[in-house]
């Protein structure tokens, strides 16, 4: 098992730009999750999914949009990146009925 | 007001002695959990202990264990036995409300724990 695992790993992007970060988990879990972490703050929640075909707004959706067409793939989309956007993106994922959230090793982005 | 509030933004402790990180939560739902988790400076997210509203008793994994004190709204992780790879950062969080519909977390800002010789 792969566990969860987060591509790319690190990008640099001009404000503007779009791109899409890909969250896949292979324990064929029915929740994922993205959040982000910035300096002095905890990882706060953007977007989540409860199950194929579903997305939900968290705590910080602004400027964020997510897809879950596949159970195992959750996509965080950046439409036009801005300089605010720069931080550290997580996904996790839980079975339904589990407590732990099990995380990936986290994308590093930087808009300049 | 803060959900999570961690007061603690760096700890230091010597090599075998115990540890507590403090963690204090806001809610008034009476069905929450509360979790700890560990960030090494390699970056990634490692679940340590959980510790569900309703659980009598206080949760134990290994070195952790997480004293709950339900009515003071506190769930403040004790590391027994510190070990220099102990040396990370500590997030406390929390999940809301009833089971299902997707167990969201509200993080602390989190406790820098240092383990010296």
């Known amino acids: 098992n792969a566990g969860v695992t987060q591509t790319p790993k690190f990008r640099v992007l001009k404000t503007g730009q779009s791109m899409t970060l890909l969250c896949a988990q292979d324990?064929?879990?029915?929740?994922m999750y993205w959040y982000r972490q910035d300096p002095g703050m905890g990882l706060r929640l953007i977007h989540y999914s409860v199950g194929e075909g579903t997305t939900a707004k968290g705590e910080v959706p602004d400027g964020y949009n997510v897809s879950r067409l596949k159970k195992q793939n959750f996509l965080l989309g950046l439409e036009s990146a801005a300089p605010s956007q720069t931080s550290v993106y997580f996904c996790?994922?839980?079975?339904?009925?589990?407590?732990?959230?099990?995380f990936g090793p986290g994308t590093r982005l930087l808009v300049l | 007001a803060q959900k999570i509030t961690q007061t603690q933004p760096g700890m230091f402790v010597q090599e075998k002695e115990a540890v507590t990180l403090d963690c204090t939560y806001d809610t008034s739902d009476q069905s929450y959990g509360l979790f700890w988790y560990k960030q090494p400076s390699s970056g990634e997210m490692i679940f340590l202990i959980y510790?569900?509203?309703?659980?009598?008793q206080n949760a134990t994994e290994g070195r952790y264990s997480l004293n709950f004190q339900k009515a003071r709204k506190s769930a403040n992780l004790v590391i027994s036995a510190s070990q220099l790879g102990d040396s990370a950062m500590y997030f406390c969080?929390?999940?809301?409300?009833?089971?299902?519909?997707?167990?969201?977390?509200?993080f602390g800002t989190g406790t820098q724990l240092k383990v010296e010789l």
């Open positions: 510790q569900g509203s309703y659980d009598e």
């Open positions: 996790a994922s839980n079975r339904q009925g589990q407590e732990t959230q099990y």
């Open positions: 969080a929390m999940r809301e409300g009833a089971k299902g519909g997707g167990n969201k977390l509200t």
């Open positions: 324990m064929n879990h029915e929740y």
